[in-house]
């Protein structure tokens, strides 16, 4: 079964940097659109940065020019560089991925927070 798996969040202050990251693991035909993902306590999830298999892509305004999807085919891995965070990006970080064949799948999550 395939698995997501997200890693490097964490604590930083305002200004910092943190690089998240995705790994999809299991029985993969392949690998359509990939996606990050976050909520926030009391919000809905929202969609953060998508990614396509030829590498073209599609930000929130809320963080472009802030934040780089990007994606190793070949690895199966997605990360989300993510410089000059604001407290406003403390959210809980979720990666998506659509297969070739099945339902998307969901990571478990992993948290980012943004305070002084």
């Known amino acids: 079964q395939v698995q997501l798996v997200e890693s490097g969040g964490g604590l930083v202050q305002p200004g910092g940097s943190l690089r998240l990251s995705c790994a999809a693991s299991?029985?993969?035909?392949?690998?359509?659109?990939m996606a990050w993902y976050r909520q926030a306590p009391g919000k809905e999830r929202e969609l953060v940065a998508r990614?396509?298999?030829?590498?073209?892509?599609n930000y929130a305004d809320s963080v472009k020019d802030r934040f780089t999807i990007s994606r190793d085919n070949a690895k199966n891995t997605m990360t989300l560089q993510m410089n000059s965070l604001k407290p406003e990006d403390t959210a809980v970080y979720y990666c998506?991925?659509?297969?070739?064949?099945?339902?998307?799948?969901w990571g478990q999550g992993t948290q980012v927070t943004v305070s002084s």
């Open positions: 299991g029985v993969i035909f392949s690998i359509n659109t």
């Open positions: 998506n991925a659509a297969f070739s064949i099945g339902p998307s799948r």
């Open positions: 990614i396509f298999t030829g590498g073209r892509t």
